[in-house]
């Protein structure tokens, strides 16, 4: 390879992290990739950190150690969460949302990837240093948010289904309390996750909890901890769901049947933009 200019450089090592999200990269792969001194790839690297710290456009970190290197968080600032959370809450309250039994219609910003990606990284954010080994979520409208925030911390994504499906092979099948007096089933491939491992669940919405604390249930059976929950919408309440931290993206009031919800940003985000 002939010499690369030190422009084009810089470009493709910010390229090569911002692919990786989450995953530390050796000095050695840049200097093999690029025929760079690992001096030069150290100084090329402070000059992404600066940049991308500026603008606010996500982090990067040295790792030391023998397995060390440098990694790349996607992150945005408060400021453009609580922008985005507040234009989003403002959508959502638009009474044309409303459905019959207490829903919002919600299905064209969770499938919109500029969306779900930014609330990714809201996410992520304060769960980067929980040593997360996966993300599960319920189907199906979790997915695209589970998917991204999966994607953000470099870590797969499971999907707890309501019934077991023959090409996932044996299934730990559980029943729980919906919240509302019934019960309903969840189902888990039992290849999906290792025992000890530890999870990080994110769902669509929660009123009652009671899929939340299912999936909460159904980890104990595999032997893996929880680490925390977060929620795109959450109902607010006096008492929390458990005794894990909860990380909801945007809270309501009202149950949108006797009386109408109202959505604003969860308090937290603003807690940790004051910080």
């Known amino acids: 390879m002939d010499k690369v200019k030190r422009s084009e450089r810089l470009a493709a090592m910010t390229r090569m992290l911002v692919d990786n999200p989450n995953k530390v990269l050796s000095y050695q792969v840049f200097c093999d990739r690029f025929k760079a001194a690992k001096s030069t790839v150290s100084e090329d690297i402070a000059l992404i950190q600066n940049a991308l710290s500026?603008?606010?456009?996500?982090?990067?970190?040295?790792?030391?150690?023998?397995?060390?290197?440098?990694?790349?968080?996607?992150?945005?600032s408060w400021k453009e969460a609580q922008e985005l959370?507040?234009?989003?809450?403002?959508?959502?309250?638009?009474?044309?949302?409303?459905?019959?039994?207490?829903?919002?219609?919600?299905?064209?910003?969770?499938?919109?990837?500029?969306?779900?990606?930014?609330?990714?990284c809201i996410i992520a954010r304060p769960c980067y240093e929980l040593g997360v080994d996966f993300v599960l979520t319920m189907e199906t409208k979790g997915i695209p948010v589970a998917m991204m925030t999966a994607e953000a911390l470099n870590v797969p994504l499971v999907i707890a289904r309501r019934s077991s499906r023959v090409y996932e092979g044996s299934a730990v099948n559980i029943s729980f309390p919906d919240g509302k007096g019934g019960i309903e089933t969840m189902s888990l491939g039992r290849r999906a996750i290792a025992e000890g491992q530890r999870a990080l669940i994110v769902d669509d919405f929660i009123r009652n909890g009671g899929t939340a604390l299912g999936m909460i249930e159904l980890m104990k059976e595999f032997?893996?901890?929880v680490v925390g929950l977060s929620f795109?919408?959450?109902?607010?309440?006096?008492?929390?769901?458990?005794?894990?931290?909860?990380?909801?993206?945007?809270?309501?009031?009202?149950?949108?049947?006797?009386?109408?919800?109202?959505?604003?940003?969860?308090?937290?985000?603003?807690?940790?933009?004051?910080?």
């Open 85 to 120: 959370l507040s234009m989003l809450a403002d959508k959502l309250n638009d009474p044309d949302r409303a459905l019959p039994g207490g829903f919002l219609y919600s299905s064209d910003l969770l499938s919109n990837p500029e969306i779900t990606r930014k609330m990714a």
């Open 54 to 76: 500026t603008y606010d456009l996500g982090q990067v970190t040295t790792v030391t150690g023998a397995a060390g290197g440098v990694r790349f968080r996607p992150l945005i």
């Open 232 to 275: 795109v919408l959450a109902k607010e309440r006096e008492n929390p769901l458990s005794d894990l931290p909860e990380w909801p993206l945007i809270t309501f009031t009202g149950d949108g049947v006797k009386e109408p919800m109202k959505l604003k940003p969860a308090k937290w985000i603003f807690e940790q933009g004051d910080k």
């Open 223 to 225: 032997k893996t901890k």
